[in-house]
Each structure stands twice: as C-alpha cells, then as structure tokens.
C-alpha cells in the first residue's frame, strides 16, 4: 500500500518544524543563559518524539529537561529546576503551570504550543537512575541513534497514527496503551508499519521485544515484555494492559485483511464521511452523538443506569485517573456483594472540575428477603452457636443452617446513597484525594437525568465515552 497521502497529512510540515524548534532553541538559550549567570550547574536540552523526529503533527509537547549534576541534593534539583522553569516561561510570555510526576515540574503555554520544562539527573547509564524521569535522555539519545533514516521514521509515525486511531497509544493510566518509546522499539525490531503490524498479528500472550538480547524477560510477567535497550531491568511495556494489547493484536489483523480503500480509514476518524481533506467540526461529532439518541440505546438495552457526578480534586492528572478507577472499581464490587447484578460500569472526567462513575445494572431490585448462610450441620458447636445468635426461625438447605433475613437495601440506588455518607464511606475503596469532595458534592442521577445535565449535555469528549460504553470496540474496525 501507499502510504504517500497519509504521511503528507501526519508528518509536520517544515513551517511547524521551524516554530517548534525555534520556541525549543530560544527556552533552552535562555535557561542556559541565566543558570551560567546565576552559577548553577545544569545543562538544558531537548528530548522526547520532537528531538527524535517522530512527532505527529500538532500533537506533541516540547520536551525540555533540566539536567543536574549527580552531585547536587534533590531539593536543589527541584528548587532550581522550577525557578528556572518560570523564568523561562515568564521571558517567552507563557502562562506556566505545576504539576507531579516523579518530582514537580512545569508546564507553559508558550506561542501555541505546550512546553514541559522538567527538572533530572545527568545519568548515563540506568545504574546511575535517581528518578524515573532520568531516563528520558537516555531513550532519546538510543533512538537518535538507531533509527537514523526518515524512512523509518516515517514508519513510526504511521504506526503512531493507526494506534492513535484504534484507540491503544498512549501510557498514561487512563489510556493503558503503548509508549511513543514502546512504538519505536517495535519499528525497529520489525523495521516497518506493516511488519510490525504482521507481527503483533500473531503475538502470544508474553511476547518479548528484546533489541539487546539481554535475556531479561524472565524478570516480568507483563503481557508485552519489551525490554528497555537502556535498562535491561525495566519492561517499557509495563504500562500496556492486556486488553488494549488485544485491541491491537484485533486491529491488525483487521487492518491486514482489509482492502486498499478500507486499509485507509483506519487513519481517520471513525465516521466513514470523514476524510483528511474534509475533516468534521466538534460542533458536527456533537451533532452526529446526540443526547437524545444516546437516550434511546440506554432505554434499548432493558437495563438501569445509575450516574454519580460529583467534583474531582484539584490535582495532577496522573494522580486523579488512579484514584478515579480504584472508587468506581470498589463501588461495583459493593453493588455484587450485595447481589445488585453490575453488567457494565465505567468512569469519566474532563480533567478539570468534573467526574462521573456510570453504573450499568442487570439487577437493580432485590426482593425483601435473602437467606443468610450458617454452618453446616456436621459441625455441632458452630450449630449451636449460629441458634444462640439468630434464634428459632432457622431451616435446612441442603446440610446448612439457613434463616431468611430482610435486606437492608432493596435498591442499587438505595444503596449508593447510604454508602456515600460519612459514617458508611469506609464500606468502599475511595482515592485518598477524593473522599471528602465525594461526600458532598456528589448527585446521583439516572442517565436520562443526566444526558440534560448543562454541564456535559455539550461536552463532546463526554457523549464520545457513552457512545464508546455503549459500543465498544468500533474502532477497531473499519
């Protein structure tokens, strides 16, 4: 297949290079300048997809790090890292931002573009690491050296982009997919983007991906092991969870069997209309996702939907998707518990103010009794003891002592709304930022309700993830 058109729409083109270069020349100069001034010892530089040349157009950060003397303390490290940072920013007119990764680091809106400016550690080897961010320079300088051709590059960026589209790049924990460092290990193990995608056709469950042959994979359990050519202790595919390695395995093999003009979609956006030269609005995505018709495939599916909206923390993104997952993993497995028959739950949040948990449930009404287990006959004592505790009104079933006992919850919404209180939010699983603003924030909602709510009736990313919860897997085919 011809690939010509496509890489003409994803590859930057040399106006953005430029741009993107310049705002990269003139912050490392300036950060340069002003510690030479100040005496502090550290040495700016530019890393990540944009110094390898395997950036996809308009989607890429500049990457500056900060390095530091192995010498120096850590406090110093973040100290200087951030003064320099916002230096930076403030002489470039950015508006700069905190966040937390490994250690503090910023974030500036510089001319159109998002520039990191994060503080590390000189290293290099792996045995030298101090933080996890220390890395970066050594997976930069690694590739930079060997995939040395545009060619190959040009390979990574298609592999970027069809990942992109099927739903698996990216290794924050929201996603769980593949790194930008992950795709181009694996272009060069399998040197192009159909070979690769040949390959993972047939991958097996702990496929190992090792271009040092350091023979390491025994260390992981992962389902992608991918040895870091940098660090043969690290597995790079640790952060790609099973499910999104199968949703790749699915899409190339969809890919592979499809034809030339099928092949080409997987490059777009879903909407077959959709083309690179004819590109819908957000007004048009939302247009084509209404509320009302999200409504009807709800009432479809015979099923009852509960929605909890409640406001989310102020903190780091990395942080808050964790925390996110572990509430509503815990709210799911309560409603089980309690025989509330969950067939699908999930979690949203537009990283700002604003999350909810959205419950799926085949059993959303219990009867007013359940029989409560006691021992089994066999055992005298425990007999004895389970009469004294509950009295005459035990029976046999089977060879156990059995009573029927009155639900405290006939309703999963009876349920959540005792759960979600002061005295009972122990019961759950809650991310330690979240429980507070949980508690009193929170509306529980049907999904009628909330499909007219203000605030996300609008929102398009929102009506994207109901329409993904009610039919997943549709970007895997074309």
Request: proline share 2%.
């Amino acid at each position: 297949m011809n690939y010509k058109e496509i890489l003409k729409e994803i590859k930057p083109k040399e106006s953005e290079i430029n741009k993107v270069h310049e705002i990269a020349k003139d912050a490392i100069s300036y950060i340069n300048k002003i510690a030479k001034e100040e005496d502090i010892n550290v040495e700016a530089k530019l890393v990540g997809s944009i110094a390898k040349g395997t950036w996809l157009s308009g989607s890429s950060d500049i990457d500056i790090f900060i390095n530091f003397s192995l010498e120096e303390d850590e406090d110093y490290l973040k100290e200087k890292g951030l003064y320099l940072g916002y230096n930076c920013s403030e002489h470039l007119n950015g508006i700069a931002e905190e966040h937390y990764a490994s250690h503090p680091y910023l974030t500036s809106h510089i001319n159109g573009y998002y520039v990191d400016f994060v503080p590390c550690y000189k290293i290099k080897t792996a045995k030298e690491l101090k933080s996890a961010v220390d890395r970066t320079i050594l997976h930069t300088n690694y590739i930079k050296k060997h995939l040395k051709s545009e060619k190959q590059k040009d390979e990574v960026l298609l592999l970027k982009k069809f990942m992109s589209e099927v739903g698996v790049y990216g290794s924050e924990f929201k996603v769980g997919g593949f790194a930008g460092y992950l795709c181009e290990m694996l272009i060069l193990r399998y040197n192009t983007f159909e070979e690769t995608l040949e390959a993972a056709a047939n991958w097996k469950n702990k496929t190992v991906i090792d271009l040092e042959d350091y023979k390491t994979d025994k260390l992981f359990k992962d389902p992608l092991i991918a040895i870091d050519p940098t660090d043969k202790t690290r597995n790079v595919g640790a952060a790609l969870t099973k499910e999104r390695m199968s949703e790749f395995i699915i899409a190339s093999r969809n890919f592979l069997n499809s034809n030339e003009a099928d092949k080409i979609k997987f490059f777009y956006g879903i909407d077959k209309k959709e083309t690179f030269e004819e590109k819908m609005s957000e007004k048009e995505i939302h247009d084509q996702i209404s509320p009302y018709e999200l409504y009807k495939q709800f009432k479809d599916r015979k099923t009852k939907t509960i929605t909890i909206k409640f406001n989310i923390p102020d903190i780091s993104v990395d942080s808050i998707h964790p925390q996110l997952r572990k509430t509503q993993q815990s709210i799911e497995e309560k409603l089980e518990d309690n025989d509330f028959s969950v067939f699908k739950s999930d979690y949203w949040t537009d990283e700002k103010k604003i999350g909810v948990f959205i419950f799926e449930l085949s059993v959303y009404k219990q009867g007013k009794y359940y029989i409560h287990e006691g021992p089994r006959v066999w055992d005298k004592k425990a007999c004895e003891n389970f009469i004294k505790s509950h009295g005459e009104d035990y029976y046999i079933l089977e060879d156990k002592l059995v009573l029927n006992k009155e639900r405290q919850f006939k309703t999963a919404k009876n349920f959540i709304k005792s759960v979600l209180t002061k005295e009972n939010i122990h019961i759950i699983k809650v991310g330690k930022n979240m429980k507070g603003l949980l508690i009193d924030t929170y509306t529980g909602q049907s999904i009628k309700h909330l499909l007219k709510d203000e605030s996300l009736k609008e929102n398009t990313d929102f009506l994207k993830f109901l329409e993904n919860f009610l039919n997943p897997g549709q970007l895997l085919k074309r």
